[in-house]
């Protein structure tokens, strides 16, 4: 059992370039989540799904697209990459709306995205 | 927008030590995570309190709820190097969209 899989692991970019952050979950979970990690800002919501086919923006949602076209797999695009972006992208899963029903979030282990 | 602090940001102690950590926020919440995340790896859940007053207890790990539902905190006893990791509290905001603490990252020297 798996649990979240998140690929690449690390990934360098120059400005303005673009690419696509996989993440793929095999527990059946509705919500899913994208989060940026930064150091002393905590984990920052960029978008979530809470369900297949659907999409909604979270904290940071600019310079960021996202996509659920299975349940199990939440897509996370940066069509142009700033410097600003440069960050630890971690991925989540959750049975239920975890703000509200205290569903534990499960993580996978994060993908290092140097913008240059 | 409710915030979540966590104190002290950085902790470095000797294992065998007790220790405590924070987290204060600047609203009541319903209920409060803790997660602990490991170098190189996605945070794992610890632990949920919900109930103002709870305290619960995972091996060497306590945690409480405070009374007033704005703060709770971790107390390791006899901390070990395998307790090394980033601490993270989490709660249900305003907005009922899950909000992280800023983290304490501790070591424990061997």
């Known amino acids: 059992n798996a649990g979240v899989t998140q690929t690449p692991k690390f990934r360098v970019l120059k400005t303005g370039q673009s690419m696509t952050l996989l993440c793929a979950q095999d527990m059946n979970h509705e919500y899913m989540y994208w989060y940026r990690q930064d150091p002393g800002m905590g984990l920052r919501l960029i978008h979530y799904s809470v369900g297949e086919g659907t999409t909604a923006k979270g904290e940071v949602p600019d310079g960021y697209n996202v996509s659920r076209l299975k349940k199990q797999n939440f897509l996370l695009g940066l069509e142009s990459a700033a410097p600003s972006q440069t960050s630890v992208y971690f991925c989540?899963?959750?049975?239920?709306?975890?703000?509200?029903?205290?569903?534990?979030?499960?993580f996978g282990n994060g993908t290092r995205l140097t913008v240059t | 927008t409710q915030l979540l602090e966590q104190s002290p940001q950085f902790l470095s102690i000797q294992e065998g030590e007790n220790l405590t950590v924070y987290c204060n926020s600047s609203s009541v919440f319903s209920s409060l995570q803790w997660y602990r995340q490991e170098p190189g790896e996605g945070p794992v859940l610890l632990v949920t309190?919900?109930?103002?007053?709870e305290v619960k207890k995972l091996k060497r790990l306590t945690f409480q709820f405070g009374d007033a539902r704005k703060d709770s905190s971790l107390h390791i006893t006899a901390a070990q190097p395998g307790d090394t990791g980033l601490y993270l509290c989490?709660?249900?905001?305003?907005?009922?969209?899950?909000?992280f603490g800023t983290g304490t990252l501790l070591a424990v020297q061997p």
């Open positions: 309190v919900v109930t103002g007053g």
């Open positions: 989490a709660c249900g905001g305003a907005t009922n969209k899950l909000i």
């Open positions: 989540a899963s959750s049975t239920t709306w975890t703000g509200v029903f205290n569903s534990p979030l499960h």
